[in-house]
């Protein structure tokens, strides 16, 4: 079976997070979902995530850890797919036509507006890493 490799992002601005709503090629109604997109032939992951934000919002960014990875099957393919925590500021621009809508949201509301549970649990990661390091500097 053929592998596309992929990277998404958990994208942060301070205590809210970025959700983006557009098709989803599974079920075919617009959802919420996370910045995503394919790693090209020769570059890396995280250089393909910078690109991905950029050309689906606009926005440009700084990668953080990783949070994630996760990998499925659909159209023939096995999707491989890393997600990364970005810092990014702005307001996100509807730049490829993919965009259908997006806001910065809490917590709580991007795991509400998230259909798929990788994403959720990619939010839920970049939650402990955030209280990890707020520990850490507390001590």
Same mark, same amino acid.
């Given at each position: 079976m053929r592998v596309r490799k992929a990277v998404q992002a958990v994208v942060r601005n301070g205590n809210l997070f970025l959700v983006v709503r557009k098709p989803d090629l599974? @079920?075919?109604? $617009? =959802? !919420?979902? *996370?910045? $995503?997109?394919?790693? %090209?032939?020769? +570059?890396?992951?995280?250089r393909a995530m910078l690109r991905e934000l950029a050309e689906e919002t606009g926005l440009k960014?700084? /990668?953080?850890?990783? *949070?994630? &990875?996760? @990998?499925y099957v659909f159209a023939g393919l096995r999707h +491989?797919?890393? /997600?990364?925590l970005v810092f990014a500021k702005g307001?996100?621009?509807? *730049? %490829?036509?993919e *965009?259908?809508? @997006?806001? !910065? /949201?809490s917590a709580a509301k991007a795991l509400r507006l998230l259909? !798929?549970?990788?994403e959720k649990a &990619?939010?839920?990661n970049?939650?402990? =890493? =955030? @209280?990890?390091?707020?520990?850490? &500097?507390? &001590?």
């Open positions: 599974r @079920s075919g109604r $617009k =959802a !919420w979902r *996370l910045v $995503k997109g394919g790693v %090209d032939a020769g +570059e890396g992951r995280r960014g700084r /990668v953080g850890k990783k *949070l994630h &990875a996760y @990998s +491989e797919v890393t /997600v990364f307001t996100p621009r509807f *730049l %490829d036509g *965009l259908c809508g @997006s806001g !910065w /949201v259909r !798929w549970k990788d &990619a939010v839920r970049a939650l402990m =890493a =955030a @209280s990890r390091r707020m520990r850490r &500097a507390k &001590a």
